[in-house]
Every structure is written in structure tokens, then in C-alpha cells.
């Protein structure tokens, strides 16, 4: 069985990462209104930390769109695995912190 991410491009989960060890990997996200990450994998488990909230939307690899609303200080934990974008659909700038464990 071959994976349908075999052949993609995949960007980074974040733009930069800030803290690092062998325990996490800490990612900063900004997304002005409008911008899209990049199609991305998630190969460990996560915690995703709104320093300042946006309404987003993320679209799954075969197509599946799904609503995440993320606001100001809100925490949500994700197991790895997903291959996904996430665009920000709303009219705020979206700032987050995305913990991987490692």
C-alpha cells in the first residue's frame, strides 16, 4: 500500500521553529487574514496554543474541509498523523504556538 503523501510537497508544520529538545519541538504560526499554511504533516502528537485567536478553516489532503475557530488562549490537542492546511478565514491576524511531543 503507498502513501498518498509519497509524491507531495509537504511545507513545515510552523514558519520557524523557536524551542527545541528532545523532548518538543515548539513552532511559531502568524497567518494574516486570507494567507494559507502550507499542505504540511503532522508525524508527532500536538498542542496548539492561540496567543491570538482567528476563525480558521482546515482543509484535509483528500478534501475535507472543517472549521476551526480558535480564540485568544484557547489549547486544543491533535494526535499525529493529519495532513492538512489551515487558512485563515477570518478578519484577524492568527498567532499560535504549536507544541509537537516528541
Do not use: C, F
Request: cysteine-free; overall charge negative.
Amino acid at each position: 500500500m503507498s502513501d498518498a503523501t509519497t509524491d507531495l510537497e509537504l511545507g513545515p508544520v510552523g514558519q520557524e521553529i523557536v524551542h527545541e529538545n528532545d523532548r518538543v519541538r515548539v513552532w511559531h504560526i502568524r497567518l494574516e487574514p486570507g494567507e494559507r499554511q502550507p499542505l504540511h504533516r503532522h508525524d508527532h502528537p500536538y498542542l496548539v496554543v492561540a496567543i491570538q485567536g482567528a476563525k480558521n478553516v482546515v482543509q484535509t489532503i483528500d478534501g475535507t474541509t472543517i472549521d476551526a475557530d480558535e480564540p485568544t488562549g484557547g489549547v486544543v490537542y491533535r494526535d499525529p498523523g493529519a495532513v492538512h492546511m489551515l487558512t485563515n478565514v477570518g478578519d484577524t491576524t492568527y498567532l499560535a504556538r504549536l507544541v509537537e511531543l516528541k
